[in-house]
């Protein structure tokens, strides 16, 4: 893992290989102030992030942090940061991590089972419907929201307009399997043009590597790609009257197959499905269904 100077003074925090629980991050620093974009799930990986921006920015304790969604990954470490950074988050996201039970003890679904280590459920202290600016120094961040369920139901974008850079979190995986069984696939389908309408020069996405303007398109038309296979195999699936896992097992991930993390394929059959139904989705059942797909739990690297 690395932290990479997007451009001066805008940090990535890129943890290969991006699978569960191994998100990216970031930071923005000016004028002797550091906000910082999501932690890390455990202890040990938000310190060796912390740590890393301390050194590139000069240790100034953070002012602000960002949450870009409730997982884990990217908001167990809040509580590593400094008791004066005044966290911000969506309102559904702060009530997501609240009643979040896998912080106090993970469900036997990875392999390693995570150990998150020393840390606990630290909520925002500022929440946000729509859109916020944060300043810090002389830089303008926009916390933007992006208007309906996408990864999750409570996400948020960090827009540098002047220096455009994006930092997308879950609403954009790159190079593995994206993951919105929490959110919404016609959500997270419609957000990815609402994240191309901002233009931007860098985009840090919440897992894989960091995109350039070039990239953008082709690696968004992949993703779209990916989710109309959902779709397709969901509206099939219950026309058939398969369960999500039948309706997995049934469908040909083509040029999908090589992602990692394939089995999320379950999960997302499940999202389609409770929207197709209107019925509520069930996260461990999704999540075993996943298990059960695979045949051995999921990986993990934390
Ligand atoms: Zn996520």
């Known amino acids: 893992m690395s932290l990479h100077e997007v ?9 290969p290989d ?14 002797g102030q550091v906000l910082i974009v999501d932690t890390c799930a455990t202890e040990t990986r938000t ?25 884990g990954d990217h908001t167990y470490g809040n509580s590593l940061l400094p008791a004066t950074t005044v966290v911000v988050g969506h309102e559904h996201m702060r009530e997501g991590l609240r009643v979040d039970p896998v912080i106090d003890g993970c469900p036997p679904l990875w392999e390693p089972v995570p150990d998150w280590g020393a ?10 419907r729509d859109r916020l600016t944060l300043h810090i120094g002389q830089r303008q961040v926009d916390v933007v929201h992006p208007g309906g369920p996408a990864h999750t139901t409570g996400d948020l974008v ?12 879950d609403l954009v995986f790159n190079g593995l399997t994206p993951l919105v069984f929490m959110g919404s696939v016609t959500g997270a389908l419609a957000a990815l043009d609402w994240l191309a309408a901002f233009e931007p020069a860098h985009l ?17 038309d992949r ?13 099939e699936g219950v026309r058939a009257g398969l369960t999500p896992l ?4 049934a469908c040909d991930l083509g040029e999908f197959a090589g992602w990692a993390d394939a089995e999320r394929i379950v999960p997302n059959l499940h999202r389609a499905y409770a929207d197709a139904l209107g019925t509520e989705l069930d996260v461990v059942a999704a999540l075993t269904d996943a298990v059960t797909w695979r045949g051995s739990l999921m990986p993990t690297k934390v």
Do not use: C
């Open 7 to 15: 451009v001066p003074g805008v940090h990535a925090w890129i943890q």
């Open 18 to 31: 991006g699978t569960w629980w191994v998100n990216n991050a970031g930071a923005v620093t000016d004028g």
């Open 47 to 71: 310190r060796r992030f912390l740590a890393a921006v301390d050194e590139a920015t000069g240790g100034s304790p953070a002012r602000l942090a960002v949450n870009t969604h409730q997982h």
């Open 119 to 128: 840390v606990t459920r630290r909520l925002p202290d500022v929440t946000v």
């Open 158 to 169: 960090a827009w540098l307009p002047r220096e455009r850079v994006l930092f997308a979190g």
């Open 204 to 220: 840090v996405p919440g897992h894989g590597p960091l995109l350039t303007a070039a990239d953008i398109a082709p690696v968004f």
């Open 223 to 235: 993703i779209r790609r990916y989710y109309q296979l959902v779709l397709d195999t969901a509206g």
């Open 246 to 249: 039948e309706a997995a097992r």
